[in-house]
């Protein structure tokens, strides 16, 4: 009788019931895709919907567009740009992802916009509601844009990042040197050459920073032609920083090419291709980039605006001679010195909550140096030190915060460890140099606000959280998974549609906005330039000037840039109805400006207005009591007041005092002129023609009626024809003409004929 065998594993014997049964699977294990445990982190999507495609077309039309025309600023279009792609990135993403069931990824650095992000939010309910606003904006797509990295940036893919900054750069460099040498007027700028900037600085700012990239593109490729076009197109890069000679630049670029570039390709030498190149195309490559540097930087421009500079006319001369201006005597250094000293200051006195977020510009003038009137800028040209003057002790965590992340990768990138980390080697390392260098350019500007740099910022963010998410050390302390679901993924999709809804009617709304107000500008000045902007032909575009201007402050009333100088114009045509109300618009949005307040209560003052101009004066005197415009305001309505005595005591302490703008001097030479202080009034006439030229015609009229006075008729009239031949069109001596005597007018005409 054969002995029964006992159960063993994976067998079923006869006798266990049939219901502890397990059917055999109809397919293999391993064909059927299992979510992976929540504590895993995923690896990049197979399938990103071309998010990645978008984004990269994104960074490379940001620098590469420009707009043609005044009506829309540059950096707007920019913004779009940016925006519009980052949000066509996430629908396309989250769109291909919205079946998934495996989690995304998540990083600790995205806390770091977030933040930033939630506190404009609530600095909304206490600090500049607007301004506050545009900054949540800006870190809401700052933070997506990282993110879509995140969860996107496989090396394979970070090609495309590489190419596109690099293309990017390149297009805004042939428009540079198109400008520098061909005199290009496509794209409204400042001083040359700006490319789609209008800002050469910000132009600047943006190729230093995409520069890394060119060199990583340049060391991996294979084929001396390649090599030979990639490393013309960088010497063209370094060509376009030296035309600018904008210092922050050209610093970033020295470091980078002599010291950040050579220690990562020594760092990183078995993964270049450059290391398995012959001597000769080595030396090939080197000799092409110094080259193209050395032919187009001594080739001299042409082109007037540039000449006139004085700062050179090769791009090598500029850059050099700006670099030996950085001393103590530098303007625009000391012009940021008092920006900086300002806001050391508020940092002083709001060391906890800060400005707000945005608010800088609307807060700063409360912390300037006594006898300040105007705005130095509207950024502090140093990110750090405006993250902090702005968002108090948050802005401090993310400065922290960052700086500690950068280093820690930094450390990480030099001793990767596992082989993974070795693959990711040379990736982070030009990410880490990209950043490198925008941390230099931000210690004297304010690239991160600007939508091109800020962009490559969250981009490079994104591109190191990315390679973080792959290396096994830190998945525990930054990467996490981020649960995922088809449920969630259409929650986000919405959320996502309805940002773009929100984007197109914001975009169409600001750009309407400029449009008005530039074109009211626009219309402004070209009406000041004929000479005559009162003449009843113009009637009809002085109506459709102001209807642009309402139309342009209904829409957006905190456009500070452009909106005052319609007003400025309208004061200087003695429309001083229409310049206060505009003045004022631009005080219900910025109200600590001194030199609107004084200029609305000289509005007021014109008008017949007294207490309303006091009020204004009062409300000035308390930010800035020494300052040029207001001691200025002080004098004028003392003498509109009729008490011209202790006007003019108060216009000679000031004048005494070293106060001496224009309004002050004019004012001044009058009340002297009325007291018959002859000689104090020649002695203030003739400094006022002298440091203010477009006056001298108006003066040497003046001069000879002062000289009537004197009883020096002839000499009066030697005044009176040099005045004539002086005026700078025949409105201005029509002009002039009836303030002549009338008894003198007709020996003057003759003799002037």
Request: hydrophobic fraction near 50%; aromatic fraction near 10%; include cysteine.
């Amino acid at each position: 009788m054969a002995r029964k065998r006992k159960p063993g594993p994976g067998a079923r014997p006869a006798d266990l019931p049939l219901a502890d049964a397990r059917p055999a699977p109809a397919v293999s294990a391993a064909a059927v895709p299992a979510a992976p445990p929540a504590t895993d982190l995923p690896r990049e999507p197979a399938n990103d919907g071309w998010a990645v495609g978008v984004l990269a077309l994104a960074l490379f039309l940001a620098p590469a567009l420009g707009v043609p025309h005044e009506l829309l600023l540059q950096d707007t279009l920019k913004s779009i740009v940016v925006s519009f792609g980052a949000l066509a990135a996430a629908l396309l993403f989250l769109f291909a992802q919205r079946k998934r069931v495996q989690p995304l990824r998540w990083h600790g650095v995205l806390w770091l916009p977030l933040l930033l992000m939630a506190y404009a939010l609530g600095s909304m309910a206490w600090s500049h509601a607007f301004l506050a606003g545009v900054e949540a904006v800006r870190w809401f797509v700052f933070a997506l844009i990282a993110w879509i990295g995140l969860n996107t940036f496989t090396r394979e893919r970070l090609r495309a990042l590489a190419w596109a900054f690099h293309a990017g750069a390149l297009v805004a460099t042939f428009w540079a040197m198109a400008q520098f040498w061909g005199g290009l007027e496509m794209f409204p700028q400042g001083p040359r050459p700006s490319s789609t900037f209008i800002n050469r600085n910000f132009y600047a700012e943006y190729t230093v920073c995409a520069l890394p990239f060119g060199a990583l593109l340049l060391a991996r490729a294979r084929g001396s032609a390649r090599v030979a076009l990639l490393a013309f197109s960088l010497g063209l890069l370094a060509t376009g920083v030296l035309m600018t000679g904008t210092r922050s630049a050209l610093i970033a670029m020295t470091v980078l090419m002599l010291a950040v570039l050579p220690l990562v390709a020594w760092r990183c030498r078995a993964r270049l291709a450059c290391t398995g190149w012959s001597r000769g195309l080595q030396a090939g490559a080197l000799a092409v980039i110094v080259g193209t540097v050395l032919l187009l930087g001594m080739l001299p421009t042409s082109t007037q605006a540039v000449i006139d500079e004085n700062f050179g006319t090769t791009p090598i001369e500029r850059g050099l001679h700006r670099a030996q201006q950085i001393g103590p005597g530098d303007y625009s250094l000391n012009l940021r010195m008092v920006m900086w000293k300002a806001t050391l200051t508020a940092i002083a006195a709001r060391p906890l909550t800060g400005l707000g977020a945005g608010a800088w510009e609307n807060e700063i003038p409360r912390y300037q140096a006594e006898g300040s009137q105007l705005e130095t800028d509207y950024y502090v040209h140093n990110e750090f030190l405006q993250l902090v003057a702005e968002y108090g002790v948050v802005g401090w965590i993310f400065l922290l915060l960052l700086a500690a992340y950068l280093l820690a990768s930094a450390w990480r990138t030099w001793a990767p460890g596992e082989r993974e980390g070795q693959e990711d080697q040379l990736w982070r390392a030009t990410l880490l140099a990209s950043l490198f260098a925008l941390m230099l350019v931000s210690s004297i500007g304010f690239p991160w606000r600007l939508a091109a740099t800020g962009a490559l910022f969250a981009a490079c963010l994104g591109g190191l959280a990315a390679s973080d998410a792959r290396l096994g050390p830190v998945r525990r302390l930054l990467a996490q998974p981020l649960r995922w679901s088809p449920r969630i993924a259409h929650v986000a999709l919405g959320a996502v549609s309805v940002c773009v809804v929100l984007a197109l009617a914001i975009t169409q709304r600001a750009a309407e906005s400029e449009q008005k107000l530039v074109g009211a500008a626009k219309i402004a000045l070209s009406l000041s330039a004929t000479g005559n902007p009162n003449d009843p032909a113009f009637a009809a575009k002085r109506r459709e000037m102001l209807e642009l201007v309402r139309q342009g402050i209904a829409l957006n009333p905190h456009y500070r840039k452009i909106t005052p100088m319609v007003a400025d114009e309208l004061a200087r045509w003695g429309d001083w109805r229409d310049a206060t109300w505009i003045w004022e618009s631009v005080l219900s949005s910025r109200p600590y400006v001194v030199a609107i307040m004084t200029n609305v209560a000289r509005g007021y003052a014109t008008l017949g207005q007294p207490d309303k101009a006091q009020a204004y004066l009062d409300r000035a005197r308390r930010l800035q009591p020494r300052a040029p415009s207001v001691r200025s305001l002080e004098v004028i309505l003392a003498a509109r007041s009729g008490d011209e005595k202790r006007a003019l005591a108060l216009a000679k302490a000031a004048y005494d005092e070293g106060i001496a703008d224009f309004d002050m001097v004019n004012t001044y030479f009058l009340l002297a002129w009325r007291a018959n202080q002859f000689d104090v009034a020649q002695k203030l006439l003739d400094e006022r023609m002298q440091r203010w030229p477009e006056t001298r015609a108006r003066g040497l009229v003046q001069q000879g009626t002062l000289a009537l006075e004197l009883k020096q008729q002839e000499r009066a009239l030697q005044s009176f024809r040099a005045g004539l031949a002086a005026a700078a069109s025949p409105q201005e001596r029509a002009s002039l003409v009836e303030e002549i005597p009338a008894e003198f007018r007709a020996q003057v005409a003759a003799s002037a004929r």
